[in-house]
């Protein structure tokens, strides 16, 4: 491994007066693009010349010195814009031109900016819209982009990335699946109107979290059982959580496993019912009491959690009570009159109460609904309506990929952009920084305090 050393001058104006450490800091932020330019510059030339010299030592008479690009290249990293005519070899065997050092440093040719230049503006796309992320990046860091630029790379990083591959090792127990209404548009802008955005949430038992472990956009409930299969032990799967829309249960839920409906879902849905057959609000209202009155209805999951095995008889009782109390809300519904409504809570009873039955036979606490699971899902939901008024199919998927990693898994987000690859770094052994006053005391100025860093 080579050493190279870096002899940098830097003369900086300094106040006579009022200088304090904001204005001494903000100086040197603004300046600090302009030094990492020379810096990345003087060693760039300098591997050039070593590029050069074993291009010509390897293949003598092939290569022949052919000055340097007429116009510089600019790279802009996050260090800043680095502006560089290139050296150029003519090819003597084969004709055309050469540039060394770009083959050597594998720079792509006309890709201006840097993956890592990329990183701030693509994480804040998930919070803002791709026109503010790229003007809060500008703001904070001085990179100026456009925000089309932004969008087409985040295409790239997402269907770069793949979050969902299998997971059969994993032995998840619980799945939660939900859906919510999309705008979606085509590929020359027309309005598509909206589409079914659907999610199924993953999670190892009582005390583990859920985890995403799909999206999809207009696509039913079968073809998502048959991705989930693929991708997870489906047969390890206990308990399906959902709020019952249609086609959860019949294509979701496989022979063995038990259904959560979520409760708050059930008592917030049973209006729309009686409504749909007819019944106004007076009407409704001795019947939503009955609802509300049945003990699992109004049972919490802090309720649940502190009980103790002693406490079954008790726990058997509100079973009981809550069988007794659905029966009395059926013979309330007559079918001919209130059709719909009593059919929805004769498919409610079993799966309303799952949580129930799972404490009594196996002791364990489900969640009794799934608001809380979802309020992180709530956020994607609120930030896809904030980001963009209407999305592509393909646009959406990709921006949930990133949303992914950024909300549910922040901790791999860093390494996807900086340790995914391993791949030869330069690394700094020491630095070595002095001083002096310009037209000071004596000519030509005095030394400081003489400061030397071992980086070993």
Not at 1 to 24: A, H, Q
Not at 99 to 104: F, M, N, R
Not at 424 to 430: C, F, T
Request: charged share 25%; net charge neutral.
């Amino acid at each position: 491994m080579s050493e190279i050393t870096i002899d940098l001058r830097l003369v900086f104006k300094i106040p006579d007066s009022g200088l304090t450490i904001n204005g001494l800091i903000r100086g040197l932020k603004e300046a600090s693009s302009e030094i990492h330019g020379a810096m990345v510059s003087t060693l760039m030339k300098a591997l050039e010349e070593r590029v050069i010299e074993q291009k010509l030592e390897q293949e003598p008479g092939r290569y022949q010195r052919n000055g340097h690009q007429s116009q510089p290249r600019k790279l802009r990293t996050s260090l800043g814009v680095i502006a560089y005519r290139f050296a150029q070899l003519r090819d003597r065997q084969q004709g055309g031109t050469v540039v060394p050092l770009v083959e050597a440093l594998s720079i792509p040719a006309y890709d201006h900016y840097r993956e890592e230049t990329m990183e701030p503006s693509i994480g804040l796309s998930v919070h803002l819209s791709y026109r503010r992320a790229t003007s809060e990046v500008e703001r904070i860091q001085g990179q100026s982009m456009s925000h089309t630029t932004v969008h087409s790379r985040l295409q790239e990083f997402a269907q770069s990335h793949s979050p969902f591959g299998e997971r059969k090792a994993i032995t998840f127990r619980y799945l939660l699946v939900d859906g919510t209404k999309v705008h979606l548009q085509g590929p020359s802008g027309q309005d598509l109107g909206q589409a079914e955005m659907r999610w199924a949430l993953a999670s190892l038992g009582p005390s583990s979290p859920f985890e995403p472990v799909g999206f999809w956009i207009n696509t039913d409930w079968a073809e998502i059982r048959k991705e989930l299969e693929e991708r997870l032990d489906y047969q390890k799967i206990e308990i399906l959580f959902s709020d019952g829309g249609p086609g959860m249960e019949e294509n979701l839920l496989r022979a063995g496993m038990d259904h959560q409906r979520c409760q708050w879902h059930g008592k917030r849905d049973f209006p729309y019912l009686l409504y749909a057959d007819g019944a106004k609000k007076p009407e409704q209202r001795p019947l939503l009491e009955k609802l509300k009155s049945i003990p699992a209805m109004h049972f919490t999951k802090a309720q649940l959690e502190q009980l103790r095995p002693e406490d079954r008889p008790f726990l058997e009782e509100i079973a009981q009570k809550t069988q007794q109390g659905f029966q009395d809300l059926l013979n309330a519904l007559d079918p001919e009159k209130y059709p719909k409504a009593r059919t929805y809570i004769q498919n409610l009873i079993n799966p309303v109460t799952t949580f129930l039955t799972w404490w009594l036979n196996k002791g364990e606490v489900i969640p009794l609904n799934t608001n809380a699971i979802e309020s992180a899902f709530s956020q994607v939901c609120n930030r896809i309506k904030k980001v963009g008024k209407r999305w592509s199919e393909q646009g959406l998927l990709n921006w949930l990929k990133v949303a992914f990693y950024k909300i549910f898994k922040p901790e791999l987000w860093t390494p996807l952009w900086h340790n995914e690859k391993e791949f030869p770094k330069i690394k700094l052994l020491s630095v070595q920084a002095s001083c002096y006053w310009s037209g000071g005391i004596t000519q030509g100025g005095y030394p400081l305090d003489w400061s030397k860093h071992n980086m070993l």
